[in-house]
């Protein structure tokens, strides 16, 4: 019997894809769920089923906003917090609400490859700036500032998808003062702040956004619950928030996914968000180690810094093309995702990236080895 998709990920059975980053099916937390949607419909409030208010449920947000407040060491206000069906659609939506086709923005380089491509169905002319261990670097950014005035720079600060880098808090205030005296836009993808497993990461971008224009927070909890909940937030100055919620999309749908957002109120003012992040930091520590061990053991030439958090190994080859290997690879029935596509210039040839959440331990070590046997042909 053929199977009918429901999920994106589609693999002939037996095959392990270093390249998924994506949640392990596994680790969905079907229980917390059945719990609060439990509670949902004991409590009789259908409101949540109407068309919402535009700006996203009010009862989530103050909800979302007591955690985030505990999480981040400082208050965040329920009022400058706005509902979205995720990053993706956040990222989206800002294109949408402030830029042009034709306008210039940067962006890491590397960056989140599919950020990319939305910011391509926006006719945006992307200009690279490159980074190194300490995240983006400054000194490129201001050549760049020189030749253009972009309209926003995209960073992911923390665990960087793929590169796993975090920029420091030195850096971050730097990368704020110039946005101010420029006037470009910080979009701040943070989905990966909360996934710390070896470091505390820096203040969040987050606590920026609520005092300066320039600043905005993109969060999700695709990494955190479950990417099907398509439930994510911004974080950004009244001013900001007034022209989100302003938009003609919001206007005649309502504020995004009322429904999963009284759901996942629930499961927030009861303590399973946080119970869920503390049980995937666990588990993921395991994996990350359990990939590092691997790659030492049978890819003793693989050059990378150990991640801190988040999902990814940015591994070099050196002399290897990554394109070539991902081809090759798949005769050994293992994946990964090649450097090239996380450049917006073609460059990044000798590297991979590979993930660390998606497999258990022996799944992972399998995976490495067989890359091995296939580097080895
Ligand atoms: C940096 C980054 N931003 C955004 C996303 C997608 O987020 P969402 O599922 O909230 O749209 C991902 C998922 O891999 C990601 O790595």
Known sequence: MTEIPITQINLPPGFIDLGIGNPDFDLLPMELLHQSTEAYFASGDLRSLQYGLEQGDGYFRRALANFLTVA???????????????????????????????????????????????FEDHGLRVIPIPMDDDGLRLDALDEK?????PKFIYTIPTFQNPSGWTLSQAQREKLVE???????????????????????????????AEEVEQVISVNSFSKIMAPGLRLGWIQAHGAVIKRLAGSGMLDSGGGMNPFTSALVRELIESGGLQKNITSLRKEYTLRLNAMDAALRQHLPA??????????????????????????????????????????????????IRLSFCFYRPEAIEEGIKRLRECLGK
Request: net charge negative; hydrophobic share 40%.
């Open 302 to 351: 693989a050059e990378y810094s150990l991640p801190q958090g988040g999902f990814f190994f940015w591994v070099r080859l050196p002399g290897v093309d990554a394109v070539e290997l991902r081809q090759k690879a798949q005769e050994f029935e293992v994946g990964l995702r090649q450097g090239e596509l996380f450049s917006s210039r073609m460059g990044m040839q000798d590297y």
């Open 72 to 118: 981040y060491g400082t208050r965040v206000d329920p009022n400058l917090l706005f509902v979205t069906t995720g990053a993706s659609s956040a990222l989206d939506l800002l294109c949408t609400l402030y830029t042009k086709p034709g306008e210039v923005i940067f962006v890491e380089e590397p960056s989140y490859f599919l950020a990319l491509r939305i």
């Open 145 to 149: 500032l020189a030749e253009f005035s």
């Open 178 to 208: 110039r946005a101010q005296q420029y006037n470009f836009l910080v979009l701040a993808d943070e989905v990966y702040h909360f996934l710390p497993y070896n470091q505390t990461p820096p203040q969040p971008f987050a606590a920026f």
